[in-house]
């Protein structure tokens, strides 16, 4: 028997959206490796075009591997329709490109991927669609952006790397009032951690490259919505555009959700202890992690997160020197951009993921040139702060 939805995530990870017995008993899902999908005759093709009948017609337009991948995503996000992007910055585009036209105007928060960053720089500077960031802290802060031609709200939440929340509560009732779209990137979060749709928001976007593949083997995309729309956006701009992924990327990643919780409750388990030791190294000036119960913010991961992740930040005593020093005196830990991996990585977002940023705007959203950005992995966190420790206490 198949069966669509499953009631916990644990299971849902592993047995949405296949059933083995229409596979030739394959336990885990096939990898169709195809570009195309042969019809029995012409009529068939005729039909399939026309949208009459179901099937498959070219792996731009489907693939069975990929579908798999897309239901159990709209599964874990409690949303109508997944779709499967080539990498996240495809799944951020296809949601963008569809949600507006020339002359719309976007608000972001402040703090966003740097590559979502230059994406609205182009959408403004060759389509007209503009956009302004707010800190999205009060209604006020969101309220005082909205003009008639605003159609989105776009939030990242945790905001990489300062660990900054923003409540999605609070964001959905000013986009219900003004009957705007809101759009969560959810890649630090994970479904697990967070699902922004049971909390009104409309679209879901990951950069499955991180949590979702969980391997560091794959770079890809996913967004969750309502049917009518991601229906439109399968249509457009992700046929017409073709940021899809293959068919071996689909399988590699409906392999690595499966432990997607586990991931997950380790990887906060880990941070949470990770953070108790860093606070307590003379060396720390300031930790930026959502599990902090000394947070002001504290609130709002207890509200909208399930646990507090796997991402933490903190800046250090001296300057950008020691904060490079520290990274190079690290053993275990790796020095890398992206994250959710099982690997402990560790990244100086001032001269990597943000250098693109202008200074003062840097300095202005509190990224220090002693800020490091720590994905804690799944290593013992004994091990991660054995070597933690010994760089620090190089300083
Ligand atoms: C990595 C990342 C992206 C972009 O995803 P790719 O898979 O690298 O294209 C978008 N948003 C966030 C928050 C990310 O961390």
Redesign the pocket.
């Known amino acids: 028997m198949s069966q669509n939805r499953f009631k916990n995530m644990e299971t849902a990870v592993i047995h949405t959206g296949y059933d083995s017995q229409q596979h030739s008993g394959s336990l885990t899902p096939p990898i169709y490796q195809t570009s195309t999908f042969t019809f029995e005759t012409a009529e068939q093709g005729e039909n399939r075009f026309a949208g009459n009948e179901d099937g498959y017609i070219y792996s731009r337009l489907g693939n069975p591997t990929v579908k798999v991948l897309e239901e159990r995503i709209a599964a874990l996000e409690e949303g109508e329709r997944g779709l499967a992007?080539?990498?996240?910055?495809?799944?951020?585009s296809a949601i963008l490109l569809a949600l507006t036209k020339s002359g719309d105007h976007i608000i972001c928060t402040q703090g966003?991927?740097g590559?979502?960053f230059g994406l609205l720089q182009m959408m403004k500077n060759k389509y007209k669609i503009s956009h302004d960031f707010s800190v999205m802290d009060t209604e006020e802060s969101i309220e005082k952006y909205i003009t008639p031609e605003t159609t989105c709200i776009y939030v990242?939440t945790p905001i990489?790397p300062t660990m900054k929340l923003i409540d999605l509560e609070m964001v959905v009732k000013i986009a219900k009032k003004h009957n705007l779209q809101v759009v969560v990137?959810n890649?630090?979060c994970s479904p697990y951690l967070q699902k922004p749709l049971t909390l009104g928001c409309d679209f879901v976007?990951?950069?499955?490259?991180?949590y979702i593949c969980g391997h560091g083997d794959v770079?890809?995309?996913l967004a969750v919505g309502r049917k009518e729309i991601m229906d439109e956006i399968s249509m457009t701009t992700q046929k017409d555009i073709g940021g899809i992924i293959s068919p071996f990327d689909a399988w590699l990643l409906i392999r690595g959700m499966k432990t997607l919780p586990i991931r997950m409750d380790r990887h906060s388990e880990n941070t949470e202890k990770i953070a108790e030791l860093l606070k307590t190294h003379p060396i720390i000036e300031e930790i930026f992690y959502p599990g902090d119960k000394t947070n002001p913010q504290f609130a709002i991961m207890e509200k909208q997160m399930k646990k507090p992740g796997g991402m933490i930040s903190f800046t250090i005593k001296g300057e950008k020197r020691e904060a490079q020093k520290l990274m190079n005196q690290l053993r275990l830990i790796k020095i890398a951009?992206?994250?959710?991996d099982a690997e402990t990585l560790i990244e100086h977002p001032a001269t990597m993921?943000h250098a693109v940023i202008p200074e003062d705007s840097r300095k202005e959203m509190g990224i220090t040139d002693t800020m490091l950005r720590l994905s804690i992995g799944l290593e013992a966190w004994e091990d991660i702060w054995e070597d933690l420790k010994q760089a620090l206490d190089s300083i």
């Open positions: 992007f080539g990498s996240g910055m495809a799944a951020v966003l991927y590559c979502t990242e990489n990137d890649t630090f976007i990951h950069s499955a490259t991180k770079v890809a995309g951009v992206s994250l959710g993921t």
